[in-house]
Structure formats: structure tokens, C-alpha cells
């Protein structure tokens, strides 16, 4: 697959856009989100975005590790600063989502179901996910770390490296049965969007991406079990609220849950 270009991308963005982004690409680095977490903050207004080709230590949610070969998929982070603690802050990674949502059926003509709290779904497998982090600096109370992770086309077996990633993934690929959309074009589509939502974000919180969540609501109605902090627990998944929490229906009544890992036990 043909490298990221830098120039490339920055053509693909809007002309108010362009000046507000610093924009950089490595061949490799140990994670983009660490990248950003580690590097000074972008200033109010403006987004740090960091791509890599591989990720030599790339994570997921609770340190689960992200499979990133190089140049089969999609690594980026944003950094962006908040001028004070957003509301429905834990709520971001699914408005996260669905804009990711939004520029994979622009660009890739997919439709993909949105997993709470943090998976894009095609298939019944994962496509790709979001990670949230955030870190307090004396410039703002809340600065955020926003990475983004799509699998393109991995290797498959007898490609000459191993198949690390686990069962129950699937790449961009085979969903359009190679019929693969720019890498270029799908970048320049999720800095533009991912702009829009940063600097609403603040003021609007998750309510206006909820009925668009709601839509593609991987989990809603099914059997499910949640493991957080409490342990693990099996209920029904009713619905994600306008707050960005998960209401389960579990033997001992309603629950809402703010975050932790879900699975599906009884597919419809």
C-alpha cells in the first residue's frame, strides 16, 4: 500500500482548516497517542494530528494491545485543548465514533455498527476502535488525546508475517471486497471531522451524536456481559443514553454503566 503523504492530506483539507492543524508522519513510532501525550500541548484552537505507518507498542482500551503493521492500516491521534472540562467527557469516545462512522460510509460506501464503548463493527467483527486519554496541563484543565485505529488491509496468512490479530477483526478490504477507498482521502475526511467536533464539543457534549448512535447501536437488545472495576455482571443491553452511559438490564434490576468491556453472549 502506497505511504501517507503529508502534502497529500493537507491538500484534502478545507482552506479555514489547513492553518489550524500541525500535522505529522513517521514511519514508525511506539504509539501516536503516547506520541502526543508525551510531545508539548497544540494551543488553544489548533489540532496536533500524528499518523504513523506502524506502531510498535500500539494500544487499546485498559493497555490491550492494537495489532499495527505497516502500511495495512490507519494509526492516528489528535490532540486537542480544552478551555474547561467538557461535559459527557467519558461520552467523547462515542461521538468519536460516529464520526468515524459518518467518513467511513462517505468515503468507503460502509455501512459499520458502533459497539459501546469504543468498537466499529462490520460484519460482527472489529473493524477498528477509538481510544480516549486525557492529561491536565497548566495551560488547560483538560487536554485530550484522541486515537483512531482502522484496519485497511492486514496481512493475511502466507504473506510472510505472522497474523497476530485476533479473531473476531476484519479489515477495510474485505468489507469493500477490495474495493479500497484512499488512505489520503479517509485522513483528510477524519481531521476535517474530527476539527468540527473537538471545538463543539465543549459547549454541545454527546447529545447531538446520540441519535446517530443510536442507529448503528451494535449491542442494543442483546445478552450481554460487562466486566468493569465491580467484577462481571450478565444483563440485556437496553440502549446508550444521551449521556453516553449504557443502561443493562441485570437480574437485580437496571445498572448504568460508564464504562468497561462488553461482550456479546447471545447474538440475534
Same mark, same amino acid.
Given at each position: #500500500?502506497?505511504?501517507?503523504?503529508?502534502?497529500?492530506?493537507? !491538500?484534502?483539507?478545507? &482552506?479555514?482548516?489547513?492553518?489550524?492543524?500541525?500535522?505529522? /508522519?513517521?514511519?514508525? @513510532?511506539?504509539?501516536?497517542?503516547?506520541?502526543?501525550?508525551?510531545?508539548?500541548?497544540?494551543?488553544?484552537?489548533?489540532?496536533? /494530528?500524528?499518523?504513523?505507518?506502524?506502531?510498535?507498542?500500539?494500544?487499546?482500551?485498559?493497555?490491550?494491545?492494537?495489532?499495527?503493521?505497516?502500511?495495512?492500516?490507519?494509526?492516528?491521534?489528535?490532540?486537542?485543548?480544552?478551555?474547561?472540562?467538557?461535559?459527557?467527557?467519558?461520552?467523547?469516545?462515542?461521538? $468519536?465514533? &460516529?464520526?468515524?462512522?459518518? $467518513?467511513?460510509?462517505?468515503?468507503? !460506501?460502509?455501512?459499520?455498527?458502533?459497539? +459501546?464503548?469504543?468498537?466499529?463493527?462490520?460484519?460482527?467483527?472489529?473493524?477498528?476502535? &477509538?481510544?480516549?486519554?486525557?492529561?491536565?496541563?497548566?495551560?488547560?484543565?483538560?487536554?485530550?488525546?484522541?486515537? /483512531?485505529?482502522?484496519? @485497511?488491509?492486514?496481512?493475511?496468512?502466507?504473506?510472510?508475517?505472522?497474523?497476530? +490479530?485476533?479473531?473476531?477483526? @476484519?479489515?477495510?478490504?474485505?468489507?469493500?471486497?477490495?474495493?479500497?477507498?484512499?488512505?489520503?482521502?479517509? @485522513?483528510?475526511?477524519?481531521?476535517?471531522?474530527?476539527?468540527?467536533?473537538?471545538?463543539?464539543?465543549?459547549?454541545?457534549?454527546?447529545?447531538?451524536?446520540?441519535?446517530?448512535? #443510536?442507529?448503528?447501536?451494535?449491542?442494543?437488545?442483546? $445478552?450481554?456481559?460487562?466486566?468493569?472495576?465491580?467484577?462481571?455482571?450478565?444483563?440485556?443491553?437496553?440502549?446508550?443514553?444521551?449521556?453516553?452511559?449504557?443502561?443493562?438490564?441485570?437480574?437485580?434490576? #437496571?445498572?448504568?454503566?460508564?464504562?468497561?468491556?462488553?461482550? &456479546?453472549?447471545?447474538?440475534?
Amino acid at each position: #500500500m502506497r505511504p501517507l503523504s503529508r502534502e497529500e492530506i493537507l !491538500d484534502g483539507l478545507g &482552506v479555514s482548516t489547513r492553518p489550524r492543524v500541525s500535522l505529522e /508522519i513517521y514511519k514508525e @513510532v511506539a504509539s501516536t497517542n503516547q506520541h502526543l501525550l508525551d510531545a508539548p500541548d497544540s494551543g488553544p484552537g489548533n489540532l496536533s /494530528i500524528c499518523l504513523a505507518e506502524s506502531q510498535s507498542a500500539g494500544r487499546g482500551r485498559r493497555g490491550k494491545v492494537w495489532y499495527s503493521p505497516p502500511c495495512a492500516g490507519l494509526y492516528l491521534s489528535a490532540g486537542w485543548q480544552f478551555h474547561q472540562i467538557p461535559p459527557d467527557l467519558t461520552a467523547l469516545t462515542l461521538a $468519536v465514533g &460516529v464520526i468515524a462512522r459518518r $467518513v467511513i460510509q462517505a468515503e468507503a !460506501d460502509l455501512h459499520v455498527k458502533l459497539k +459501546w464503548p469504543n468498537d466499529l463493527i462490520w460484519g460482527g467483527r472489529k473493524l477498528g476502535g &477509538v481510544l480516549v486519554e486525557v492529561k491536565k496541563t497548566q495551560d488547560s484543565p483538560c487536554y485530550v488525546v484522541v486515537g /483512531i485505529g482502522l484496519n @485497511v488491509a492486514l496481512p493475511k496468512p502466507g504473506s510472510g508475517e505472522s497474523p497476530k +490479530w485476533r479473531t473476531g477483526a @476484519v479489515d477495510l478490504y474485505e468489507a469493500v471486497a477490495g474495493n479500497l477507498p484512499s488512505r489520503v482521502a479517509l @485522513v483528510s475526511a477524519l481531521i476535517e471531522a474530527l476539527l468540527k467536533l473537538l471545538e463543539n464539543y465543549g459547549d454541545t457534549g454527546f447529545l447531538p451524536y446520540h441519535g446517530e448512535f #443510536m442507529e448503528a447501536d451494535f449491542l442494543r437488545g442483546q $445478552v450481554v456481559e460487562l466486566e468493569d472495576s465491580k467484577g462481571s455482571v450478565f444483563g440485556k443491553a437496553v440502549r446508550v443514553e444521551s449521556d453516553g452511559f449504557l443502561l443493562l438490564e441485570t437480574a437485580r434490576g #437496571m445498572r448504568r454503566v460508564s464504562t468497561g468491556d462488553v461482550s &456479546v453472549k447471545s447474538p440475534l
